[in-house]
T-cell receptor
Framework: DQQVKQNSPSLSVQEGRISILNCDYTNSMFDYFLWYKKYPAEGPTFLISISSIKDKNEDGRFTVFLNKSAKHLSLHIVPSQPGDSAVYFCAASAPGGSYIPTFGRGTSLIVHP | KAGVTQTPRYLIKTRGQQVTLSCSPISGHRSVSWYQQTPGQGLQFLFEYFSETQRNKGNFPGRFSGRQFSNSRSEMNVSTLELGDSALYLC???????????FGAGSRLTVL
């Protein structure tokens, strides 16, 4: 049973436009959400996160939105650049223990010049 | 500050063999987690070690095991390899209580 779902395996966007990557979760205990970016032959790197007490967090071109009632979060990249082409993983963790995150299956973003 | 180092980066084994993968965490990080990445399956949690103790375990068979040493370095072992074990094995380290993981580049295992 997937607790974190990224229903779009891939997304293609033109350079300069907005990229929107979506993520849904089922576990209402999740209270911290993260996005990681992964290039081929490299490990995932942390991109941006959001706590459940917020509904938006912004870092430069990257903004994450959280809708707790819908159990949905999204990552917006504006403007998209060819260097953003990578696989993006959504992750969520619950309080207590050691905050082991549960990851989605990833969305492959391709930004065309 | 050196990152998370995983060795070997690539390896090929045959069915029935066993394999040991190594991970050196960021200096000062005492938590080490292991994940398996296969095409279309995302990152699946294997186990987490903290202060030489397995603190959390994912839903993998007993053929998958690990350990952590006093210097926080960790190893994972897969015995009686199956074709389905072909994957990228990722190690990540973090500070105690931190939400963010720092990943290594992974060990790509191919089972023939």
């Amino acid at each position: 049973d997937q607790q974190v779902k990224q229903n779009s395996p891939s997304l293609s966007v033109q350079e300069g436009r907005i990229s929107i990557l979506n993520c849904d979760y089922t576990n209402s205990m999740f209270d911290y959400f993260l996005w990681y970016k992964k290039y081929p032959a490299e490990g995932p790197t942390f991109l941006i996160s959001i706590s459940s007490i917020k509904d938006k967090n912004e870092d430069g071109r990257f903004t994450v939105f959280l809708n707790k009632s819908a159990k949905h979060l999204s990552l917006h990249i504006v403007p998209s650049q060819p260097g953003d082409s990578a696989v993006y993983f959504c992750a969520a963790s619950a309080p207590g223990g050691s905050y082991i995150p549960t990851f989605g299956r990833g969305t492959s973003l391709i930004v065309h010049p | 500050k050196a990152g998370v180092t995983q060795t070997p980066r690539y390896l090929i084994k045959t069915r029935g063999q066993q394999v040991t993968l190594s991970c050196s965490p960021i200096s000062g990080h005492r938590s080490v987690s292991w994940y398996q990445q296969t095409p279309g399956q995302g990152l699946q949690f294997l186990f987490e070690y903290f202060s030489e103790t397995q603190r959390n375990k994912g839903n993998f068979p007993g053929r998958f095991s690990g350990r952590q040493f006093s210097n926080s370095r960790s190893e994972m072992n897969v015995s009686t390899l199956e074709l389905g074990d072909s994957a990228l094995y990722l190690c990540a380290s973090s500070n105690e209580g931190a939400n963010v993981l720092t990943f290594g580049a992974g060990s790509r295992l191919t089972v023939l």
